[in-house]
């Protein structure tokens, strides 16, 4: 499997614009994870979806962020209008159903490369 | 609430040994996870202590308390490629989510 794939790996843009984020989870994973990762707050749960449907979206940190998941082997993150402090690292991660692990014995996420954003 | 503490930086010498610690408060608790992850890397999973006690995996081992809400990260015969962020991560009661601690960056020299 290829693993989790990210899309872009970089973004710049200016205040203002729009911006979103893509990903492509593990095939077969039933949970998908948007995390953002800066120096002062460290790796942050934005959202989670099961089966295409958000569970938690408590760590969305205001409206102008959204994030869908129209199929099973897709999900956006979007940035509406996009502001220089939410330059940061975004990642993706996805895994299975607890209990059944690739790995057999531990429910582990699995992350993307990461989207690295700057808002200028 | 959610609280996960860790230091945020620690030195090392090659083919020493270095205990990373982790204590945490959190409203749920289904596990602890060590994730490590290089500089402009992705985090990747190292290890996962559900139960009490110590489990060792190679150079690496991780010890959970759950009574005292306490973890560390044990890392024997250092090498180079050790130099990382070290994330500590509690997952939640419903199994289905993890919270991360901020990291510990761990440099290690000749």
């Known amino acids: 499997d290829a693993g989790v794939i990210q899309s872009p790996r970089h973004e710049v843009t200016e205040m203002g614009q729009e911006v979103t984020l893509r990903c492509k989870p593990i095939?077969?994973?039933?949970?998908l994870f948007w995390y953002r990762q800066t120096m002062m707050r460290g790796l942050e749960l934005l959202i989670y979806f099961n089966n295409n449907v958000p569970i938690d979206d408590s760590g969305m940190p205001e409206d102008r962020f959204s994030a869908k998941m129209p199929n099973a082997s897709f999900s956006t993150l979007k940035i509406q209008p996009s502001e220089p402090r939410d330059s940061a690292v975004y990642f993706c991660?996805?895994?299975?159903?607890?209990?059944?692990?690739?790995?057999?014995?531990?429910?582990?996420?699995?992350f993307g490369p990461g989207t690295r954003l700057t808002v200028l | 609430g959610q609280n996960i503490d860790q230091p945020t930086e620690m030195t090392a010498t090659e083919g020493a040994i270095v205990q990373i610690n982790c204590t945490y408060q959190t409203s749920g608790f289904n596990g602890l996870f060590w994730y490590q992850q290089h500089a402009g890397e992705a985090p990747t999973f190292l290890s996962y202590n559900v139960l009490d006690g110590l489990e060792e995996k190679g150079r690496f081992s991780s010890f959970l308390s759950r009574s005292k809400g306490y973890s560390y990260l044990l890392l024997k015969e250092l090498q180079m490629k050790d130099s990382a962020s070290y994330l500590c991560?509690?997952?939640?009661?419903?199994?289905?989510?993890?919270?991360f601690g901020k990291g510990t960056t761990l440099s290690v020299s000749s």
């Open positions: 095939s077969g994973h039933d949970y």
């Open positions: 991560a509690v997952r939640n009661q419903a199994g289905t989510a993890l919270i």
């Open positions: 991660a996805s895994r299975p159903t607890p209990g059944q692990g690739f790995d057999g014995s531990t429910d582990t996420q699995y």
